[in-house]
């Protein structure tokens, strides 16, 4: 049952929309924010309104950083391996990163082909991948293994394949 005013509600709300949190962890979550209101509610509430303002998406790859073009793509060290590997999401960006993938550069679709949600290729981050792929020497496409997946993955050879011709 709900207890404490709509402010409270509203928090365990949102927070329990979180990946990963359920309302009950949301509601477990808020209880502890409010217990540590000047350890953690008050610091966390003010890291968000800067990361607010700070986070950008990068005008070159589509990763999320505080600066554009992004620490990655400004990199130039990056840019020596000429391997680009393309990924559905930011998500797996920061995956590869943490696995240690190495000077590499990425870039991100913000998503895949999926006509049954209407996702086409103009919702995808498709042309700046094109406009770029050809500076460098490999292209990686780390899709995932579902049939969206793979489609995407088809139409992106196809699409470099027809640009290398022309
Ligand atoms: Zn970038």
Do not use: F
Not at 95 to 122: F, I, K, M, N, T
Not at 153 to 158: F, G, K, P, Q
Request: hydrophobic share 40%; with cysteine; net charge negative.
């Amino acid at each position: 049952m709900p207890s404490g005013g709509p402010e409270i509600e509203q928090l365990i709300q949102l927070l329990a929309r979180l990946p990963g949190l359920g309302p009950r962890s949301a509601r477990r979550a808020v209880l502890h924010l409010i217990k540590r209101k000047d350890q953690l509610m008050v610091p966390l509430s003010a890291a968000l309104d800067r990361a607010v303002v700070a986070v950008k998406s990068c005008e070159v790859c589509g990763n999320v950083d505080t600066i554009s073009p992004c620490s990655i793509c400004a990199d130039p060290r990056r840019g020596e391996s000429g391997i680009l590997i393309v990924v559905e999401d930011v998500a797996d960006l920061w995956a590869l990163e943490r696995a240690g993938v190495g000077q590499v550069r990425y870039h991100v679709l913000g998503g895949v082909l999926s006509p049954l949600d209407g996702v086409g290729p103009d919702d995808l981050n498709l042309e700046g991948l094109i406009g770029r792929a050809g500076e460098y020497g490999e292209v990686v496409l780390a899709m995932n293994a579902t049939v969206e997946g793979q489609t995407t993955a088809h139409y992106i050879t196809d699409r470099l394949g027809a640009r290398t011709c022309a």
